[in-house]
């Protein structure tokens, strides 16, 4: 038989060769390294027979994130293995790998409890499953078979998982895969054996619902993170505490911008400092979508159930909405603007002659999302998008698009981050005809190479009414955030029976795009505090300056001072506190404020500040009206 290598070469092999025989053929360092195999881009074990003319691929440590997700399942089954033998009677349901990590879920005996505390005992036990080099067996067996066994271990998780995969998927067999004592039902692959796993660290325990069901049965959920080196975990580590540090909620808290409180779950109270925090983007919104022909609109925020039954949100995105009645009818809560910037579009008569028309709207909206999935401003119940729609002719779509990415690169290109592009295309649920979904995914791709960009195929990812175009950006911890997207649109203005009167005298139907350039206000808020890890640009920052009268005497003038700066609009604060001054300056620099203004006989006299920039030091003495100045110079150029 043969398989054919990445290089194009074909490798000959005996029949029934395996992955790692395939490994052995090409290289004695190749097999001490192969961890698996691609056959045809599907990932199998090392062991498992290879068909004929199959396009091969080996997996090593150096494949990337297959890699690493091939080692954490690992993993994830040698902490079952090893939670079994320190907890007789544990319950196990599922472990699989995520983003960073693994985790696996416990249903734990009566009266036992696992903290971190119990880490090291846990780490000691999985150490002795790695060092014993157990091999990761596959079977695959009769669902029969599979019962009786899970039956017998009393582990009911995963009987109800096999039953279930009888019901809806109606398969005969499934795979199990053991290592030392241990079996788990799995679909795999693996790698060889548990020695791969050179370093690994258990990191938070947390509540989980089985099958994610309030209704069901509360587990236990481990999870932990795995490399292949010390030194990636060791730097992995080192990267999760600096993002502790930076986490949005402390720094939120301890800078004064907003709070929650469990009467309004899901949803931030704006302190003032928080508050202009979010005046600052939204003007900025509004400054740079103004000049591009925006108008910006305000819609209701609650619509009877039939513009959303027009729309496809109520039979598609009805379990996410918050609902209501009044007078025996069904509403809701809008979770995003776009059904009812169609109805506003088709309140009037438009002539070919008025499009593009390009509505903004800063709107709140609310969308539900389960409690347990709620992260300070990072996922929400109620948040705000810097939300447009653009209504246009099929001529018009081309500039249009790309008129949306020059906003978006306009607007993210002012916090300094570097920006991926991907095109998502439509997913199992949609609505339209695949037509439709052809003429709109080129559309987009036309657009993006119009512009030089390069991009990536997201497949399946697109909006259940269009394909869209996905801003991701990486922060300064390294991570990756999606914020702005473009999302082309045929299938709701059918939906709206929107139209125009073209020049012909007849009626078309518009083409409606939707983008966003931040997103969430919220989460692209979340996001800043912990890219500039609470010390923000100039121009951003909440409080520009803050005044520090040396003594109860200097008040007065630092009062004027401060009168001064806020005429000029700079963000200015007072602290009149009779604390010391190098007090008043240790704590002006906690609250990162960019500029701390001192004030005492010498600058009352001079009608100066004595100029200190946070991180930096004396910058030395400056007139009220120079320190203004510079400050508004910094705010009007509005750059990382």
């Not at 992260?375 to 810097?386: C, E, I, K, P, S």
């Amino acid at each position: 038989m043969n398989v054919l290598l990445p290089d194009g070469t074909e490798l000959t092999l005996a029949d029934g060769a395996t992955g790692a025989d395939a490994a052995a053929a090409i290289g004695a360092g190749l097999a001490r390294a192969a961890l698996a195999v691609k056959v045809d881009g599907q990932l199998r074990d090392l062991d498992a027979p290879l068909p004929d003319g199959a396009r091969l691929e080996i997996v090593t440590p150096r494949s990337g994130e297959e890699a690493l997700e091939l080692l954490r399942h690992d993993a994830a089954h040698v902490l079952a293995a090893a939670v079994m033998d320190l907890y007789p009677g544990v319950k196990i349901s599922i472990g699989p790998p995520i983003e960073d990590g693994f985790y696996y879920d416990f249903e734990f005996p009566e009266g036992v409890t696992v903290s971190d505390a119990d880490f090291p005992r846990i780490e000691e036990q999985m150490r002795e499953h790695i060092k014993a080099d157990e091999r990761f067996v596959r079977e695959d067996v009769s669902v029969g078979e599979a019962l009786e066994r899970f039956v017998r271990a009393d582990q009911p998780y995963k009987v109800e998982l096999i039953e279930d995969l009888v019901r809806n998927e109606g398969v005969e067999t499934v795979s199990l895969y053991t290592n030392g004592p241990f079996t788990d039902l799995c679909r795999g692959p693996h790698g060889p054996t548990t020695k791969r796993i050179r370093a690994f660290k258990l990191q938070a325990v947390a509540g989980a619902y089985w099958r994610g069901d309030a209704r069901r049965t509360m587990l236990t959920r481990i999870y932990g993170t795995a490399f292949f080196t010390r030194e990636e975990l060791e730097a992995h580590l080192e990267r999760l505490e600096q993002a502790r540090q930076r986490d949005h909620r402390k720094l939120g808290r301890e800078l004064r911008l907003f709070t929650f409180s469990t009467v309004a779950p899901g949803s931030a109270f704006w302190l003032p400092r928080g508050t202009q925090l979010w005046n600052t983007l939204t003007q900025l919104t509004r400054e740079l979508t103004g000049p591009r022909g925006y108008h910006e609109v305000k819609t209701p925020v609650i619509y009877d159930s039939e513009l959303w039954k027009t729309s496809g949100h109520w039979g598609k995105y009805k379990e996410n909405m918050f609902l209501t009645a009044a007078e025996e009818r069904d509403m809701a809560v809008k979770p995003m603007n776009c059904p009812g910037h169609c109805h506003l579009f088709s309140m009037q008569r438009h002539s070919y002659r008025d499009l593009p028309i390009r509505y903004s709207e800063p709107g709140p909206l609310h969308r539900y999302e389960p409690s347990g999935t709620l992260h300070g401003l990072l996922r929400v119940r109620h948040f705000t998008q810097d939300d447009g729609h653009i209504f246009c002719t099929e001529e018009q779509v081309q500039d249009e698009v790309a008129g949306c990415l020059d906003l978006i690169f306009d607007t993210l290109g002012r916090f300094g981050f570097d920006i991926d592009i991907e095109l998502s295309t439509r997913p199992e649920n949609r609505i339209g005809t695949d037509e439709m979904w052809d003429r709109a995914e080129a559309k987009l791709a036309d657009a993006l190479r119009s512009k030089g960009l390069r991009y990536r195929i997201n497949e399946g990812d697109g909006a259940f009414y269009g394909p869209k175009i996905d801003f991701h950006v990486t922060d300064s911890l390294g991570r990756s955030w999606q914020l702005g997207t473009v999302q082309l649109d045929y299938s709701m203005p059918e939906r709206f029976r929107l139209r125009y009167v073209g020049a012909d005298d007849r009626e078309h139907v518009p083409v409606m795009i939707h983008r966003a350039a931040m997103g969430s206000y919220e989460r692209f808020i979340g996001m800043l505090i912990e890219h500039y890890a609470g010390e923000f640009p100039v121009w951003l920052a909440p409080v520009q300056a803050i005044v520090l009268p040396i003594a109860d005497r200097h008040v007065a003038y630092a009062r004027e001072v401060e009168a001064r700066l806020r005429a000029a609009q700079v963000r200015v604060e007072l602290d009149p506190r009779a604390e010391s001054i190098g007090r008043k300056i240790r704590e002006a620099e906690l609250q990162k404020i960019p500029y701390m203004l001192v004030v005492g006989d010498r600058e009352a006299q001079d009608g100066a500040v004595a100029v200190r920039r946070h991180r930096e030091g004396d910058l030395g003495s400056l007139a009220v009206d120079a320190f203004a100045a510079r400050v508004r110079d910094e705010t009007s150029r509005r750059s990382a």
